[in-house]
């Protein structure tokens, strides 16, 4: 059911170092800022040959990823990406698995204009997985 893994996120505690490390030290193509006021974050996101990099900043007041760096404050790999074909019909398969969808459990339009959803850490060996349909 899965496809390519779209997306690596990592939770930064200083989004400009870490878009200039990406850029300088990894030589990587680094994009520009995006505020995503939905999902509480900025991101920028590092284009690789064969992936993407997601770097997550806190935005807002209740930012899911301000409690990530409280608990880790040097930043930390927060989500992976697998990309889907039809998101609806992958939850409803997950879902009669035992897996559980955060949120509403409804697709929400991710940083890629894109419906994405969330699943469980617990259910994926500690992992939060993110779901995008392409
Ligand atoms: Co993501």
Redesign the pocket.
Known sequence: MIGRLN?V?IAVPDLDAAAEQYRSALGANVGAPQDEPDHGVTVIFIELPNTKI?LLYPLGESSPIQGFLDKNPAGGIH?I?YEVDDILSARDHLIETGARVLGTGEPKI??HGKPVLFLHPKDFNGCLI?LEQV
Do not use: F, P, T
């Open positions: 997306h996120a997601e989500h990406c991710g940083a993110e």
